[in-house]
């Protein structure tokens, strides 16, 4: 598609449950990126992907947090055993390369941890 | 490691008047790109204007344009007319093989 699509746009979450985000990119592009904001607003990478491949995942909290990106399927975030902390909104983005091109990002989906 | 920084948290601009955002950067690398995204309580992210770094022309896209000072490691926005939809968090950030986002600055145009 045109757009980066993610799902849900809400998730509600008891703390220790699972969660998971799902991120469609732009048709074409084969680099995905996916970010956590929180409520001050700042932006944190997590990880990224060329095409199915981890490409950096230097910002992933690795306890908890996994991601993938299979072909012919969306990309997926997932959160075991979330805590209040987890609390955020998680954008995924997409671009044709990892430096020099405008990432797209999607509409991002809200995680709320009770 | 790259850093980014607005030293503004927040400012405000009257309509139609002229507003200016901060941004300065930290970076050992040569060849890079610079953009302004902005996010309005929608938190949809939108690009608002790119700078390559080997590009000395300063990037201009209708009313917002940039100052770029490479030397100087600063990237400010400027935004000319300001308009009430242009009311938004700007998000400077830096590009290298990943994005360095800015802690943002938040920006009210008053009518």
């Known amino acids: 598609g045109e757009e980066v699509a993610q799902t849900p746009k809400h998730l509600v979450r008891g703390e220790g449950q699972k969660a998971k985000l799902y991120c469609a990119p732009i048709k074409g592009h084969s680099y995905v990126f996916w970010y956590q904001q929180v409520l001050k607003n700042e932006f944190k990478f997590l990880i990224s992907f060329q095409n199915e491949n981890v490409f950096d995942e230097t910002g992933m909290p690795k306890e908890r947090f996994s991601a993938k990106c299979l072909p012919n399927s969306p990309c997926s975030l997932e959160i075991q055993a979330t805590k209040l902390e987890d609390s955020a909104v998680y954008f995924c983005a997409s671009s044709q390369s990892p430096g020099n091109y405008e990432q797209y990002f999607g509409p991002g989906t809200r995680l709320t941890v009770t | 490691a790259q850093t980014v920084t607005q030293s503004q948290p927040e400012m405000s601009v009257q309509e139609a008047e002229t507003v200016t955002l901060s941004c300065t950067y930290d970076?050992?690398?040569?060849?890079?790109?610079l953009f302004w995204y902005k996010q309005p309580p929608s938190r949809q992210m939108i690009l608002v204007i790119r700078q390559e770094a080997y590009k000395q022309q300063n990037a201009t896209e209708n009313r917002f344009s940039v100052n770029f000072q490479k030397a100087a490691k600063s990237f400010s926005l400027k935004i000319s007319d300001s308009q009430l939809g242009d009311t938004a968090m700007y998000f400077c950030a830096f590009i290298y093989d990943k994005v360095i986002f800015g802690p943002g600055t938040s920006l009210s145009v008053i009518p």
């Open positions: 970076t050992s690398e040569n060849n890079y790109y």
